[in-house]
């Protein structure tokens, strides 16, 4: 097994821990994130398993990051290059912070976030098909249940590395995916709308109708567009996904069931949920910012949630 390592400059400031806790809130299958902060993921890169550690090494105001791979093939450029390229989509590391901060820091709703959890970034999946079929999991349902069906997904098709006798594995390439027939899908706990949802969607990325280095040259409305055209896709597992996959900074899924009810009730002092429209035209307010104003909301949301359990 081949390993190799580089070193990255985020933009600054940008906390790895903060990020990464996201990441794992649900489920450390694929994403985990150990005591002494460093990240690792095992993830498909140039057809091949490869595990990917990455460490702050520095604070947020001066924020550097080390690299390690392992697998076979990571000394390879074009390898290391996928590499840099997944840590920055998924882990945020060129989202922007400083301008979102220079513009909010203020912000009635978003101050108090901004200023407890700074270096925050946007993070999500490896990729836009995972991202994809990750909002389809939590379509109509809570996301822990959501994950361990995502558990389930990884434990049966996904790409295994040993690593010093310690098996990691990666999220189902849609290769692997398109393949799995419907109803050995509905197996996992899915619906039949859900199981036709991931494998149409599957097929769509392993056939070449959907691609994700096409997807990245289209506007926001223009992606959304073509995602909504997939039969159990519907606007909001497209706007979740642009956030988680493709790493936009200015999408805001108003229809989410925590945008209308608990940052209605709970942020704004609604006396219920709120209507989606409502909260697509107060997110206005947030552009060109509003996919990590939703973020800081729902941080300030999980701390509150976190100190009240504390407290009990």
């Avoid at 709970?266 to 909260?279: F, I, P, Q, S, T």
Wanted: glycine content about 8%.
């Amino acid at each position: 097994m081949q390993r190799s390592r580089f070193e990255l400059k985020p933009e600054q400031p940008y906390s790895l821990v903060r990020t990464a806790a996201r990441l794992v809130r649900f489920s450390q299958r694929v994403d985990r994130l150990d005591d002494a902060g460093t990240y690792s993921r095992c993830v498909v890169l140039d057809g091949r398993p490869v595990l990917i550690e990455v460490r702050q090494t520095a604070p947020p105001s001066r924020a550097r990051l080390e690299v390690r791979l392992a697998g076979e093939g990571v000394r390879r450029s074009a390898v290391q290059q996928a590499a840099a390229r997944f840590v920055e989509r998924s882990l945020g590391t060129a989202c922007g912070l400083r301008a979102f901060y220079g513009a909010f820091a203020r912000d009635p709703f978003l101050a108090d976030a901004i200023a407890q959890h700074r270096g925050l970034a946007l993070c999500g999946g490896a990729s836009l098909f995972e991202a994809m079929v990750t909002s389809i999991l939590a379509q109509q349902v809570n996301l822990q249940f959501a994950y361990s069906i995502y558990d389930a997904l990884v434990d049966r098709y996904g790409e295994r590395l040993d690593v010093e006798g310690v098996t990691r594995l990666a999220f189902p390439t849609p290769q692997r995916l398109s393949r799995v027939r419907e109803t050995t899908l509905r197996g996992f706990k899915l619906s039949g709308a859900k199981a036709g949802a991931i494998r149409r969607i599957a097929r769509a990325f392993a056939m070449g109708e959907l691609d994700e280095g096409e997807l990245e040259g289209l506007d926001d409305e223009a992606v959304i567009e073509r995602l909504v055209a997939y039969k159990g896709i519907g606007r909001w597992t497209a706007e979740t996904s642009l956030i988680r996959g493709l790493g936009r900074l200015d999408v805001f899924p108003a229809g989410d069931l925590g945008v209308v009810k608990r940052i209605a009730i709970d942020m704004l002092g609604r006396d219920g949920v709120a209507k989606e429209g409502e909260m697509r035209d107060f997110a206005e307010r947030w552009r060109p910012h509003r996919s990590l104003a939703l973020i800081y909301a729902y941080a300030s949301l999980y701390g509150a949630d976190r100190k009240k359990q504390a407290e009990r």
